[in-house]
């Protein structure tokens, strides 16, 4: 029976450590470029592009006297 509970346990460890992704963010990465004053080169940087969320604004509390 232990040997039973070890590999099925071993088996959906392993079958989640499969379907399981990555733990990183996906977002949509951006190239800019722009001179740099000194060098008189072109500086780039690649940065992230975040989604912007539209929702209902959440309504102010009112003072308490």
């Known amino acids: 029976m232990r040997l039973f509970n070890f ?6 460890a392993i079958a989640v450590a499969l379907v399981a992704q ?10 800019v470029c722009r001179p740099d004053p000194k060098t008189k ?13 539209e929702g209902t604004k959440v309504p102010e509390k009112q003072k308490k006297k």
């Open 41 to 53: 080169k072109e500086v780039c940087k690649n940065i992230k592009v975040h989604k912007k969320v």
């Open 7 to 12: 590999v099925a346990w071993t088996g959906i």
């Open 22 to 31: 990555p733990a990183q963010a996906a977002g949509e990465t951006k190239r």
